[in-house]
Nanobody, 123 residues
Framework: QVQLVESGGGLVQAGGSLRLSCATSGRAFSTYAMGWFRQAPGKEREFVAAISWSGDSTYYADSVKGRFTISRDYAKNTVYLQMNSLKPEDTAVYYC????????????????WGQGTQVTVSS
């Protein structure tokens, strides 16, 4: 059973930066792609970014491309999301998960969701 613990969220002004972390347990980390998702109030959870199991390929939603960077550290079993040039519309609870690509930028989460980490961007 994979456990996911997100951290690093907070309150930041528009244009600011945050780095989110997702610590994972279990042996799945090195063999699966990892993804970040977010859910804003009143909206469905949406895909943000993913990184292949090898770390060689990354994928981003159009809304964050050029501003967010996903990376992974195999020694720490941790995946990161560096978020720059934040906008108020980035306000959401951010979640990570092990994922499987269904095609293009369509990704399926494979584990139970963690508690997420709240990101609030003020204008």
């Amino acid at each position: 059973q994979v456990q996911l613990v997100e951290s690093g969220g907070g309150l930041v002004q528009a244009g600011g930066s945050l780095r989110l972390s997702c610590a994972t347990s279990g042996r799945a980390f090195s063999t699966y792609a990892m993804g970040w998702f977010r859910q804003a109030p009143g909206k469905e959870r949406e895909f943000v970014a993913a990184i292949s199991w090898s770390g060689d390929s990354t994928y981003y939603a159009d809304s964050v491309k050029g501003r967010f960077t996903i990376s992974r550290d195999y020694a720490k079993n941790t995946v990161y999301l560096q978020m720059n040039s934040l906008k108020p519309e980035d306000t959401a609870v951010y979640y990570c998960n092990i994922v499987r690509q269904r095609g293009g930028n369509s990704w399926s989460p494979l584990a139970s969701w963690g508690q997420g980490t709240q990101v609030t961007v003020s204008s």
